[in-house]
């Protein structure tokens, strides 16, 4: 401002002089004249200056600072220079928002910001999908008016946001979404929402497990308690005791095999995958299979085994022997005597299939997604007579996925089934010839 001052009295001092000067020479009304215009010009130069100030501050577009004269020209130019910082730093500012957006876009959970009265000011994608919102039509809303599931109501009225909230979202049936809201700022929230659903299937089949498991140990139990106490209070005759005896003894083994099965499924999920170098001569495992269907079967069936030579199997050979077996032993307690079980292996240098068939009792269509369930049965009395556990298949699934092998199971009721564990082509090799020692030891 002082640079200002000082040369507005330059120039009234420069036009001062020039009128005395003009005074002086053309006497003193020119000189008072010439005074006053200059003034007058001086002042007129400043009036438009401050209106192209005034007309700019009014719209102050970036870049288009007028261009000024005189001493305008140093205020212009300070004004030029203050401008192009406001712009650099607006753009800096713009840049970081968009960045702190761009990574809020990003979050795989939903991110909602609520402003004062719960009214959203932004939401991020996956808020979008979670609360079936739109962030172009719904900013300044209050959200309660948007999520209307009651819970969800009470939460965010209740100002108590230490825990989260389970709730259904509203768009997108069976999606589970754990809602957590945290307050920050000046009546600022963050709205937080996650996709919990396949936790709480997870949850819900523990539970269910839990469950299934002692329901299933609880009836022999109570079989065998029944029985002892029976045993107890009456004086029975040996050929009674001995036939008491043999159902106990039935129960026992019952129990015996489902915690076997339990914990042969712990193990198979506690344990690594199977790796890649040990190999499963498939021909020789399957005759044991073959033999062990015979003997199952005592008779009852037509055991075919037809096996393509050639291949093997990379994986464990303990897990795949009890996958094969609890297959071809379902396919001989579920086939009627007289009926046929068929054992085949196919394997080229693409993919190998090892598949059971058997003309037995077949299983309906809405079943055959949940076979591999845990203590899913079709008929839950034919399975217990039969010596089933309700686990075999989901043991067979398990070790199949370890081997990332699939279970194609097709099936006609009253015509039979057929269950095919197909292997991958990283897990197939060449068969090598057995040593001949070895060939001896399996024939004999
Ligand atoms: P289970 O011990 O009861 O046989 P699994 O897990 O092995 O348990 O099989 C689950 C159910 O699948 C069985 O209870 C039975 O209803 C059905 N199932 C399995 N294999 C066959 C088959 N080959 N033919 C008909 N039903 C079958």
Redesign the pocket.
């Known amino acids: 401002m002082d640079h200002l001052l000082l040369r507005t009295v330059i120039a009234v001092s420069l036009i001062a002089v020039a009128a005395l000067l003009i005074g002086l020479v053309f006497g003193a009304v020119p000189g008072w004249a010439s005074f006053s215009g200059g003034v007058l010009l001086l002042l007129l130069h400043h009036v438009r200056h401050v209106d192209l100030l005034v007309d700019w501050l009014q719209r102050p577009t970036p870049g288009k600072v007028p261009d000024g004269r005189g001493i305008w020209d140093y205020v212009f130019a300070l004004l030029h220079r203050f401008e192009r910082i406001q712009t650099r730093q607006h753009q800096q500012i713009a840049k970081t928002l968009a960045r702190f957006r761009q990574a809020g876009r990003a979050h795989p959970d939903g991110v909602v910001i609520l402003g004062a009265d719960n009214r959203i000011e932004w939401c991020n994608d996956t808020a979008e999908a979670h609360f079936d919102l739109n962030v172009e039509t719904d900013a300044g809303q209050p959200v309660t008016n948007l999520v209307r599931q009651p819970e969800f109501i009470a939460y965010v009225e209740s100002g108590n946001y230490a825990h989260s909230v389970e709730l259904r979202a509203p768009r997108g049936a069976g999606v589970i979404l754990s809602v957590q809201i945290i307050p920050y700022g000046d009546a600022q929230k963050l709205l937080l929402s996650r996709d919990v659903t396949r936790l709480e299937k997870l949850e819900t089949m523990r539970r269910d497990f839990v469950a299934n498991v002692s329901h299933e140990l609880r009836t022999p139990l109570t079989v065998l308690s029944g029985f002892l106490e029976t045993i107890k209070e009456l004086k029975l005759d040996p050929k009674r005791s001995r036939d008491y005896l043999n159902l106990m003894t039935e129960q026992s083994t019952r129990m015996q095999r489902i915690v076997d099965d339990l914990l042969t499924l712990s193990t198979l999920e506690s344990a690594l995958g199977p790796s890649l170098d040990e190999r499963v001569r498939v021909a020789p495992l399957l005759d044991r299979l073959r033999a062990e269907a015979e003997a199952l079967s005592g008779g009852k069936h037509r055991i075919v085994l037809d096996a393509e030579p050639g291949f093997d199997l990379l994986g464990l050979e303990n897990e795949i022997a009890s996958a094969f077996g ?1 297959l071809m032993s ?2 001989i ?3 009627p005597a007289g009926g046929e079980v068929r054992l085949t292996w196919r394997a080229t240098a693409n993919e190998a299939e090892f598949a ?1 068939q ?1 003309t ?4 309906a269509a809405e ?1 055959i997604p949940r ?2 369930e845990r203590f ?4 839950r009395g ?2 217990r007579e ?1 010596g ?7 043991i067979v699934k398990h070790i199949l996925t370890r081997h990332q092998a699939t279970l194609d199971i097709k ?1 006609e009721p009253g015509k039979g ?1 057929r ?1 095919a564990a197909r292997f991958p082509v990283r897990r197939i090799v060449p068969a090598v010839a057995m040593p001949e020692n070895t060939a001896r030891e399996s024939k004999g």
Do not use: C, E, P
Request: proline share 0%; net charge positive; charged share 15%.
């Open positions: 609890n379902n396919a307690r579920y086939t059971v058997d037995g009792i077949g299983i079943h076979l591999t899913y049965r079709v008929d034919r399975s039969t089933g556990t309700g686990l075999g298949l989901a099936s089934s269950f």
